[in-house]
C-alpha cells in the first residue's frame, strides 16, 4: 500500500519535472533537470559541476539517479550537480559527442575536466569530485 502510493507521488512528480529520490525512507536532495543550451551554460558557468547526461527510460540511467542524489547531498554549496534528458535536449549532448548513456560530465569553469561513461559507484564520483575540490 505505501509503496504505490510512493510510486503515484514518484509519477505525478516526474510528469512535473520535480524529480527526487527516497533514500533510506529520507529525502535526498532534489537535482536539478537542466532542459536548454541556455540553463546548460549558465549551470557550468562557475566552479565544479557534475551533470549526469542520461534519459529516463534507460535502466542504468535509472541506477545511476540515486547515486547522482546522493552526491549532490553529500556535496551541497561545493558541486553543482544536475541532470540532463538527452531525449529531450540532443543539441547539447551531439555537441559534447555524447554518445552512450548514462554519461557523466563534470566541469570546471566551463570547461570539461572529465569525462566517465556507464554506470559509476558513489565512491568513484565522489572520490572524483574531491580530487577536483582540492
Given at each position: 500500500?505505501?509503496?504505490?502510493?510512493?510510486?503515484?507521488?514518484?509519477?505525478?512528480?516526474?510528469?512535473?519535472?520535480?524529480r527526487f529520490i527516497i533514500i533510506g525512507g529520507?529525502?535526498?536532495?532534489?537535482?536539478?533537470?537542466?532542459?536548454?543550451?541556455?540553463?546548460?551554460?549558465?549551470g557550468i558557468e562557475n566552479g565544479i559541476t557534475l551533470i549526469d547526461f542520461s534519459t529516463p527510460w534507460y535502466a542504468s540511467c535509472r541506477l545511476q539517479e540515486p547515486i547522482i542524489h546522493?552526491?549532490?547531498a553529500q556535496f551541497e554549496g561545493k558541486v553543482?550537480?544536475?541532470?540532463?534528458?538527452?531525449?529531450?535536449?540532443?543539441?547539447?549532448?551531439?555537441?559534447?559527442?555524447i554518445h552512450s548513456i548514462?554519461?557523466?560530465?563534470?566541469?570546471?569553469n566551463s570547461k570539461e575536466i572529465q569525462r566517465l561513461v556507464g554506470l559509476q559507484?558513489?565512491?568513484?564520483?565522489?572520490?572524483?569530485?574531491k580530487k577536483f575540490l582540492k
Open positions: 500500500m505505501i509503496f504505490e502510493s510512493l510510486q503515484k507521488i514518484e509519477r505525478s512528480l516526474w510528469a512535473r519535472g520535480t529520507v529525502n535526498a536532495l532534489e537535482v536539478k533537470e537542466i532542459k536548454s543550451r541556455e540553463e546548460f551554460e549558465k546522493q552526491l549532490a553543482f550537480i544536475a541532470t540532463m534528458n538527452i531525449a529531450e535536449s540532443n543539441e547539447v549532448a551531439l555537441n559534447l559527442g548514462p554519461t557523466l560530465i563534470i566541469f570546471k559507484s558513489e565512491d568513484t564520483l565522489s572520490e572524483t569530485l
